[in-house]
């Protein structure tokens, strides 16, 4: 095996291509269309879904970014809590094809089928054109990459950003002296970490060849690094003028590790213990935690070293525990099984599109050939050829090494994705080239780490099925069909009964139809409480009428955790219906300090102002915005912006 082309242009055809190499590109042409095919029919085919119109989670946090971009309203005013490229990507294709999100997830085949070419570009750099084509074919078809180039999620613009990031190291390192490729590795690997910053992980690894090397290379990479870094400056600037603080790049990493270390922990959700599920109610609740443990306001920064400091202290405190969590997370990283973050990624995927085969490329599969491609080379390396591809056979491992570090789901695993394939497809062809007992030996071993992928599954996970329906169903809810979102939670609560996330989103639904009794007995079949769960029993009292019950109940529970938003809601809604005006604002106005993004406390605030003869036009304009930014309620956002006008007529 060597590097380089295995095809070559034609030298004796005048004005093109040999007939090999016409059909090579004859081949990339119709890998990328199948590619692109496959995704714009997966946007078409979850386009009815409620998740599609409606999203949640992280994808309506970008979604919400985006659309502040194109209106020129602020979104941030501190140091960036996540990295504003891919936002700033959706902003540009908003203002080019509108605001309809199926459009927005259409174009996304575009970076897919950037992906696709560089792929077949890090391919053909490193073996040649046979194993360029193969991996371009496992990513332009496996249903892993084609669902989510179709989601609003970062990775369907980090994947492009890395793979030709990839692509253009080893080519700075083939030709060493000539500046340019510096420039081109560095400029990409800078967007890569705009995107997301755990592309800086890679850095260490650059860092560590490079020490080991010697004269062009080192510098080489050096002022790929430089480049890189420079690039990254005016990040921590702006964070610095905007939010006062130095922030080299955001403030999530504490939050981040914290949720991946921590007792509670299962190595895979991203809840911060002690938050509500919802994005931007886990965000304000996590802030409220943490100040309230420090006993003292925080800035972003020290938030984030606050969570920081604790997933510190944790492994400080308790090595095994750290010890024996880190080994389980770096299995979850290995298995075979994809793990969902937001929706449920197989389920949706898999159940709605039927062009997709959940057999084709798992990543057990995948990740055996890439190992086997993976000592290919290295053996090579032990020769001393090819030592420009070591980033490439780095670049998986180290990445997924990161990933272990905080926590592990599918679309932080699926960076790697491209890398494996180019090594796999590498694999692959070694398998096909061994004789003998060596062909033997190496079937063998790439069977044998294809068994141990699927050995590594989790024992217990909720069904896809059930997890996918329950987010099918509160979607349904937040679009007011509460009927069907009953019918879909009461058919993952059948698949899975045991998830408190099923119960507490059937209890949920269940209040929005009065079954107070059945609410509760969900409620009671939880094994421990949660924040969600505790807001839910006041509501359950408020419904049967009880509200100075439920008052009572809301102030214990918010004397053993007063950073409990949902519960202090539920305390202003309980004094609203006693009309104790006075104290009901009090605490609406306690809950948007915590949760500025709260609608109902921004709604029952203007209300309570108005009943209290101090009708305020910003109160309902506030009450407007937020219910329009939450989509969920039209009319009462409409009622808002009517108030707001006789509040300022007034």
Not at 348 to 357: E, K, Q, S, Y
Request: net charge neutral.
């Amino acid at each position: 095996m060597t590097g380089g082309g295995d095809g070559v242009p034609g030298q004796g055809l005048p004005g093109g291509l040999a007939p090999e190499g016409r059909r090579r590109t004859w081949a990339l042409v119709l890998i990328v269309l199948l590619g692109v095919a496959l995704r714009v029919h997966h946007a078409l085919a979850l386009a009815d879904l409620p998740t599609s119109q409606q999203p949640s989670m992280d994808a309506l946090y970008h979604v919400q970014w985006a659309r502040a971009m194109v209106a020129g309203e602020p979104f941030i005013q501190e140091p960036y809590f996540r990295l504003p490229l891919y936002p700033f990507f959706l902003s540009l294709v908003a203002r080019v094809l509108g605001d309809g999100l199926l459009g927005w997830r259409l174009a996304q085949a575009l970076l897919g089928a950037a992906t696709i070419l560089g792929t077949y570009a890090l391919g053909r750099r490193a073996f040649g054109e046979g194993r360029g084509l193969a991996a371009a074919l496992v990513m332009a078809t496996a249903w892993l990459p084609v669902h989510f180039d179709t989601e609003l999620l970062i990775p369907a613009l980090f994947l492009p950003l890395v793979t030709w990031a990839l692509w253009a190291t080893l080519g700075l390192l083939q030709a060493p002296e000539r500046s340019r490729g510096a420039l081109l590795a560095g400029v990409l690997w800078a967007g890569a970490t705009l995107a997301r910053p755990t592309a800086l992980v890679f850095t260490a690894a650059l860092l560590l060849f490079g020490v080991r090397r010697g004269g062009a290379e080192r510098r080489a990479l050096l002022l790929l690094l430089l480049v890189w870094g420079g690039l990254l400056v005016p990040v921590g600037l702006r964070n610095r003028i905007v939010g006062g603080e130095w922030v080299p790049l955001a403030t999530q990493a504490g939050v981040n590790l914290w949720i991946g270390n921590n007792p509670q922990s299962d190595g895979s959700a991203a809840i911060v213990p002690g938050t509500r599920a919802g994005w931007w109610e886990g965000f304000h609740d996590a802030r409220a935690l943490a100040r309230s443990e420090a006993g003292t306001d925080l800035t972003a920064a020290e938030v984030s070293a606050h969570y920081q400091g604790k997933a510190l202290a944790w492994a400080l405190d308790e090595p095994a525990a750290f010890l024996r969590h880190l080994a389980w997370k770096a299995r979850l990283a290995l298995a075979n099984a994809e793990l969902g973050n937001n929706l449920e990624p197989s389920w949706f995927a898999l159940a709605h599109d039927p062009w997709l085969l959940e057999g084709w490329v798992p990543f057990a599969v995948l990740h055996a050939l890439a190992l086997v491609g993976a000592v290919a080379c290295i053996r090579q390396l032990r020769r001393g050829r090819a030592l420009w591809r070591t980033p490439l056979l780095l670049f998986p491992w180290t990445y997924l090494a990161g990933v272990v570090a905080f926590f592990v789901c599918t679309r932080f695993r699926l960076p790697v994705w491209p890398a494996l394939a180019v090594l796999a497809a590498e694999g692959g062809w070694t398998l096909l080239s061994l004789q003998g007992r060596a062909r033997l030996l190496g079937w063998a071993s790439a069977v044998g780490l294809t068994a141990l992928g699927y050995l590594a599954d989790p024992p217990a996970r909720f069904p896809s099925e059930s997890v996918g329906r329950m987010q099918l169903g509160q979607a349904w809810l937040g679009m007011g069909e509460v009927g069907k979102a009953l019918e879909e939670l009461a058919r993952a609560s059948t698949l899975d009964p045991v998830s408190p996330h099923v119960r507490l989103a059937y209890a949920g639904a269940l209040l929005q139809v009065g079954s107070w009794d059945r609410a509760a007995e969900q409620l009671e079949l939880l094994e421990r409480p949660l924040p969600e769960s505790r807001e839910l029993e006041v509501r359950i009292l408020l419904g049967r009428g009880d509200a100075e019950g439920a008052a009572v109940r809301a102030r214990a529970l918010l004397g053993e955790a007063p950073e409990l938003a949902g519960v202090r809601y539920q305390l202003a809604r309980a004094l609203i219906e006693r009309e104790l005006w006075e104290g009901a604002l009090s605490e609406l106005e306690a809950v948007l300090a915590q949760d500025p993004r709260h609608a109902g406390a921004a709604w029952g605030r203007a209300m309570a102002l108005e009943e209290l003869g101090r009708p305020n036009a910003g109160a309902w304009h506030q009450a407007a915005e937020l219910l329009e930014a939450s989509g969920v309620e039209p009319r009462r956002a409409a009622e808002a912006r009517e108030r707001a006008s006789a509040a300022a007529g007034a």
